[in-house]
C-alpha cells in the first residue's frame, strides 16, 4: 500500500525565525534553549562574530529577527552588524541589540542605525522572547528609559574618534597617537579639539573618562 504525503497542518502557527549572534556561551545556551522549548518559534542559525551574523541574516529562510551582542570582539560589533545588514540591500531582518551595556549614547546610536529594539542581557528570558515576538510582528521593543537615551543622549563619536580616545586614553601623546593611526600629529589635534568642543569638557582626563562612561572605549583595552 502505497502511504501518502502528509500535508502541512493548515492551523499550524507560523514559526518567527531568529537569529542569535553572541560570545557568552552561557547566554547562548540559556536563548537558545527558550527559543527551542517556544512553539512559535525557530531557531535560525547561532554565531558569535560579525562575518557570522551576515551569514545568518542572509541565511534561507531569512530571519524574521536577529538577537545580536553589542560587543563582539572587543568594541561595538553590533552597531557594525547593524551598518552593514543596511548596506547589503536595506531589506535584512529586524535586529534587536542585546546588550551587557546601557549607556545612553550606544542606545541612540544602534536607534539611529536601525535597530528594532535594545535589551540588557540582564533581561529576564521571558521579556527577550516577549521583544523578539514583537519585533517579528512589525513592532519595536525599546524600554521607555532607552526612549529617553534616544532622545537626550550625546551622539557617539566617529570610528576614527574612537580610535583616538583609545590611545589618547592609555597615554599616548598626539605624536604617539598619529604614528599609530598613520596621519599627522595636527589631524589628532584638530580630532581632539572637536571632541573637547562637543562634549564640553576641558582635559584629556574628562574626555577619557566621559569616553568611558558612555560606553566608547573599554578602561582595561585602552592603549597603554
Not at 554565531?47 to 529562510?61: H, N, R, V
Not at 534616544?150 to 599616548?172: C, F, K, N
Request: with cysteine; proline share 4%; charged share 20%.
Amino acid at each position: 500500500m502505497t502511504k501518502q504525503p502528509t500535508r502541512p497542518d493548515a492551523t499550524a502557527p507560523h514559526r518567527m525565525v531568529v537569529g542569535l549572534v553572541d560570545d557568552h556561551p552561557a547566554i547562548v545556551a540559556s536563548i537558545v534553549t527558550a527559543i527551542e522549548a517556544a512553539d512559535d518559534l525557530e531557531l535560525g542559525g547561532v554565531g558569535s562574530t560579525l562575518e557570522q551574523a551576515l551569514t545568518i541574516a542572509a541565511a534561507t529562510p531569512r530571519p524574521d529577527v536577529v538577537l545580536c551582542d553589542m560587543q563582539l570582539a572587543g568594541g561595538a560589533e553590533g552597531l557594525d552588524v547593524l551598518q552593514r545588514l543596511d548596506a547589503v540591500d536595506g531589506r535584512g531582518p529586524a535586529v534587536i541589540i542585546l546588550s551587557g551595556f546601557d549607556q545612553r549614547s550606544l542606545i541612540r546610536t544602534a536607534f539611529e542605525r536601525g535597530a528594532a529594539g535594545y535589551l540588557i542581557k540582564t533581561a529576564p528570558i521571558d521579556e527577550i522572547l516577549a521583544a523578539i515576538r514583537t519585533v517579528a510582528a512589525g513592532g519595536t521593543a525599546f524600554s521607555a528609559a532607552a526612549v529617553g537615551a534616544v532622545r537626550t543622549a550625546p551622539r557617539r563619536p566617529s570610528d576614527r574618534e574612537i580610535q583616538v580616545l583609545g590611545l589618547v586614553g592609555g597615554g599616548a601623546s598626539n605624536a604617539e597617537a598619529a604614528a599609530s593611526l598613520g596621519v599627522s600629529e595636527k589631524t589628532i589635534e584638530s580630532h581632539l579639539r572637536r571632541l573637547f568642543d562637543r562634549y564640553g569638557v576641558l582635559s584629556r582626563t574628562e574626555l577619557t573618562v566621559f569616553a568611558i562612561n558612555e560606553g566608547w572605549v573599554v578602561a582595561d583595552r585602552m592603549a597603554t
